[in-house]
Structure formats: structure tokens, C-alpha cells
């Protein structure tokens, strides 16, 4: 065997939800092979795990990665000057270099915080999948495609989405290349329904926005007559592969139109607040049976991309908002984050849990920290007081990306160096230097 | 001079808000004494905070730091379920051993997230005391009274709340003791009376909870015919020594009498979240020129010690709450957590600022970091990407307490082993042993 990961607390997020105590992991060949209470044999590599938790790496299904390069140049904004003031401007000056180094930046925060696969939108995907490639993450990836309802650019511009479908899907990669349409405000009816067509044949997933504010759905109403995802029901665009995220602003109709379609929802609770711009019904979605899943969004409004954080400010958002400290429970936050974000992805036959078969994108969490004692309850101890920086050790595939908070595959002072430099050209481009301190 | 900060950014919340680049910081005999661009003469301890961020300590104005041995116990629970049939069964068994181990365990927490200051409410505070010495903190200790109501018992527990005043408040202490009256709930009016007579006389602080949930101001309505501050505006309880905490429930009227008593709000947004009890009005307070600080509550209602995330929290809680992204920007909330605690505490002018000629309790945050990368805008980074563990320095009363990381006047796995002992002791004694994993 590659890995024998000796004594630990096993947080499986199987389906019965099993917390292992004192049991040992082997991993071959990139599988988890063995889950037991003494696993006999040579590995290479062996980690004791007594004082940790073994758990599934988190999938953090809605973010920009290469945003991080924006992150804290325009805080405090509302969404609409947040964008076409700050974000907008700089996006159009971006460069394939811009993209490779904002991606390289945010693959190690994730690495170093416990997370194993993100699902990417953005531009310059080959760059993102150089960083996911190097880095050693698990990452799906989709061209940000926008033609702002303008159907004659929706054949080119699909036709730009489409290129690394066929590029990146190949059997054993750590890369997935999906669908993109932004937004369905940005997007026209043409685009949103040629891409539906294109996942179906391809037999791919749309990762898309919706219903992010209030306004978005305000403004669906006055133009098409119909709320952002009756619209898109109505076009023929929900299906079991389309993972929206935000899903904010929806009707009691509309989630059982998710619920009808298996539409999935990426979850993004720090930047909604962030931006001000409202609460998804998670405890409904939960009730109806719409899968829910989690992600960080973009760097530029979180500011950050730690999916502990996001699993605490997730349970608080929804237990204010109901006024009802009983509703999204710790358990139910580390299925979002977990096997829920693998589902959201069509991915939890291969990743999500710690299980005999799946591949293995397995965290250590080190217990010995001040708050994580005592050891009550380790899943509220994940979700209410464990950090990203509690994480010890990542394995990604089968292989360790990070032992004792050492990124064994990028170098983390290149990186940053290499991000601020990048950083610094793009400001400068964009007139926006003064952003740099 | 002690110590010799070299070439950091210095954020100095002064009253300016000046932010220095590159200036370096003297220290000797516990005060800091020169703060410039260049300091010549030697050193017996010399940092380079270089790609360094130099400020303030976090100031908590409420805590119940024993509180961390319930971490994690009993979480997704309403308030009253949480007292009824969890914490207060756990905190009748409680001795003074239980509170040593807690205290310890969140002095060795705060160090490690920033937090040079705290202020704590609770029972058996000379092992509180205690902990502070041993540990290098600063702390406002409290002993919490309660009478139930039952005026016969009003003496005798406040001739208790009221000894640690003269036994602890010596001059040059890092201790200060101060009365700590639990709730207008909890007291007898007698004792709230008594207690601002004792507060005036020894021109001491007043620590209490305030208007924490609804009930409680429904309750204080019917029963008193007053909702809670107006009910101890009209005994004559509030004056500029009343740091009340919680304070979510209150009326325009109430906030009108707030300011006009100078009475200081600690706020506590994860608490209140995570009980689901409310969003305390902290627009309308700075409106209306009330001081807010800011506190973690104890570690079983939060379930963590960070201020840094107590920070990012707030700020996200009031931005969803008014739907305005500009509402409570980083640099009030960097306020609430520094100077406004220092003067909730009435500490402003000894800590709360890096100002030539205060006590030196002072920390460096590492911007070496991917979450701090790229350096836009220093105090936005603080408030939404930097988490505790980004802090590698921490001096207080101008002793170095943390250096890299390693804290210097208590020994880790010590504390923890003591803590899990002490926890493992008190739930025995609760008969809620099967609480522990």
C-alpha cells in the first residue's frame, strides 16, 4: 500500500453517517483501500492519526478562483458599484498570466485550509487547470460564457465553452470540464438553450448563477414575465445536471421546480452577506429535498476561501435568519460541504466520503489545539471551532499535497511572489495601483 | 529598551487612524515609547516585522472563559433548553479546579488568536486570577451574582461579587476586579441598587447582560411594566461604568437613553446567531454615538476565542441584516474589537492603541499568508481574510508571550491535558460522561 493512516477518528460521511474511532485507512493506487480497526502490511508512507480526525476533504462547489487577486480592493461595496466600478474594469484587463497566478494563489489557501476540489467559473481555463494541475488539486472547470442577449454571439461564444470539454475529459484526470452560462440575466434564451443541448450530448454539468438578488428577480419579472428559474424551467434549461448557485431569491413554486428538475444549489452564505443581498431558503430546500451543496464564491467577496468558515457563518446565517438555534444543525453543514458538494458535481461515486472504493481526497484534522479541547462532539467541533488552519495533512488522489502544513507541490513563497507580482501588473493596467498598499 | 519592532505596518488606531508603513516601535519597562521610522540604540529583543502587521491586542468585553470546558456539549439548542438542561446541571457541580482548567484553556485560546484583554463574568474568579497571572493576559474579572429575585440573599452575595475589588485592583496589576451583576432578570432590584452604590463608591465598572432575547424583554414588560433599560434607568442604574452585553432587544427610546447615560454595549454576533436570540441594532447605536465592542461570549455558546472571526462575523451579520453591503464597514468593526473595548473597559488610556506612552499590548499579524495575499487594503484584510492563526507575535504589558507561535508563559499540552482532565471530572459529576468522545 501507498498510505497507511493509523488510529484516527473517522468522520466517513458515509450513508449511515459513521464516526470510527481508532481505525486505520490504507490507500492504494489513489483508492481507498482498507477501513479498519488494525490494517496489517508495509506502506510507504504512514501517518498516526491518534489526535486527529481522518475526514473527506471538502468540495467547495461555487467559486472564482482567480479572484483572489481582487481580494480586499473593494469591500463594503453593494453588489451592482461592486462590479461595474471595482470588478468589471479589472476583468477586462485581465491576462492569461493574471488568471494562472490568482488560481496557483487560491489552489494553496484551499490546499492549507482542507479543501480537495472546487468547481471553478472564470476565463483563461487553461490556466486555472495549469494551477490544478500543478498544485495536485481536484478541480471542475467551466468558461464564464456571457453574450449580455445578444443571440448572434451565442454560437462563438459556446463554441469557446465547448473547446475544453473535449480537452480535459479524460478518463483518470483530476480535471472536469463543464458548462458555464454566467447568469440567465446575462446570457440569451438562444446560449442558455444551445448549452442545455451541449451538456446533454457531452452528458455534462451546467454550472450556472441564479437568483442571486433581489433585482435579478425584479427585473426577470418586468422583461420575461417569469422569475429566474420558472424562466429557465420554462426554456427547457433545468435538468439533474445543472448546479445553480446563489439560489437566493426563490418562490415556494420555484423550489419545487428544483426539487421536480433535481436541480442542484451551490450555497454561498458568506458572500451573500457580504454583499448584502439575501438569504437562500436552505432550511426549505432541506425540507423539500433539494440538494444543497457549498462554496466560498469568489475571493473578491468573501474574503476568503476556508470552507471551515464557511460551514460556522452557514449555520449562523440560517439559525438568525429563522430566529431557531435548532435549524441547519453542525450535521447537516458537513454534508453540504462534503458529500453533497461531490453529489452537486455528479462526483460521489468517486470522492465526498471516506469509503472503501472511492478515490482518496482524504484531511487530517489535528485535535491538539486549544479550540478543539475537550473533545466533545468532533462534527460540532468541525463546524463550530476548527479553523482551515487545523488542517495537518491534505491527500489528494491518493497522493499527500500537504504534510504538516507543508505544501509538498507548489512552493508557497513563489506563489505569493508570484501573485503579487501579477497583482501589480494588473492594477497597474487597469489605473488602479493606489489599490495596492 | 526591552524589545525593538522593526519596519512593520503599523495600525496604529489612534485617534487619526493613522496606518504607518515601515516604522518601527521601542519598548521598555512595559510602555511603548517610541514609535518612528527608524530607532536607533540596542535592544534585548529585536523583531523584524517586515511583511508584518503591528496593532493593537484584541480587547473581549465578554466572556465566560471556564465556559471553554462546554464547548461543543450542547450546540443547535435554544437558550433556555441550552441553561436549563445543559449548562446550568453542569455549572452546580462546578469547583474551583473546573474553572482553572476552563480559564486556562481560554487564556492559552486567546493568545494564540491575538486577544491581550478580556473581560469575564463568572464564579471562582480568584482561579481566573490566577490564570491570568500565569498565563501574561490582561483580564477584567467579575463574580457573578445572581439573587433570583430573593432580596434576603441581595447582601451576602454582594459582599462575595465585592471582595475580589479589594483584594485585586493594586496598582500596576494586569487584574482589574469589577462587579458583575448577572441580568435584570436575574437580580433583585435591591441588588442592582446596591451594586451601582458599591460601583460608585470604589469607582469601579458594572458588567452585565442585558436584553439578550425577546423573552427576556417580554418577561421584564409584564412583570415590571418596563422593558430592561428602562427599567434600570428607572432605578438609577445606568451611568458611564455600565458595560452592558447582548443589549439585541432594545427600543429607539432605550438607544436614546443608552447615549444619554453613557452606557457601553458589548456586542456578541456569533453568540447571538447561534442561539438564534436576535440582531442587536449596531447601525442605530453608532448612529446615535453609543460605544460598541465587541465580545466572543463564552466558548459553549460560540463555539470558538477569535476575534478575528468575532470581527468578520459582525461585520456580515449587520450587511445581510439592513441588506446594505456599506453598513458597519472594517473600520468600525476594527474599532469595536481595539480601542472601543479599551474604553468600554475604561482602559483607554492605558491599551486599545499603539500610541507612545501606553502599556505595550501589541501583536503581528504574518502577511506571509495566501489569505493575506495580495496586500490591498491592511485593516479589510483583518477584518475579512486574517484568522487567529495568521497572529505570530503577541506581547502584553510589554513581556513577550507568544513568539512564532509558541506561547511562552504556559505549556501547551499541559493546559490541554489539564482541561480534558478537569472536563472529563466535572462531567463525571454531572453524569454526563457520555458527552466526551
Known sequence: MDILIKNGIVITMDKERRILKDFSISITDGIIEEIKPEIKGEADFVIDASRKIVM????????????????GVADDLPLMRWLQEEIWPMEKKLEANHVYAGALLGCLEMIKTGTTCFNDMYFYMDEVARSIEESGMRGVISYAMFDFGDESKADDILKE???????????????????????????SEKLLVKTAEMAKKHNTLIHIHVAETKEEVE?????????PFEYLDNIGFLRDNVLASHSTWVTEKEIKILKKRNVKVA????????????????????????????????????????????MKICALLHKINKRDAS????????EFATINGARALGLDNEIGSVEVGKKADVILVDLDRPNLTPLTNPVSHLVYSARGCDVDTVIIDGKIVMEDRRVRTID???VLNFAMEQARDLYQKTAKEDKLF
Chains 1, 2 share one sequence.
Open 56 to 71: 473527506p476533504g471538502f468540495v467547495n462547489t461555487h467559486t472564482h478562483l482567480a479572484m483572489s487577486l481582487f481580494r
Open 412 to 414: 508557497q513563497p513563489q
Open 219 to 227: 427585473t426577470s419579472k418586468k422583461e420575461k414575465g417569469k422569475t
Open 327 to 334: 435549524v441547519v444543525p453542525a450535521e447537516k453543514v458537513l
Open 161 to 187: 465553452g465547448g473547446k475544453s470539454i473535449k480537452k480535459y475529459n479524460v478518463a483518470g484526470s483530476r480535471i472536469k470540464a463543464v458548462l458555464g452560462p454566467h447568469a440567465p440575466y446575462t446570457c
Open 267 to 310: 450555497h454561498n452564505p458568506t458572500s451573500n452577506m457580504k454583499i448584502g443581498c439575501g438569504v437562500a431558503p436552505i432550511p426549505e430546500y432541506i425540507e423539500n429535498g433539494v440538494l444543497v451543496s457549498l462554496g466560498t464564491d469568489g475571493a473578491a467577496s468573501n474574503n476568503s476561501l476556508d470552507m471551515f468558515q464557511e
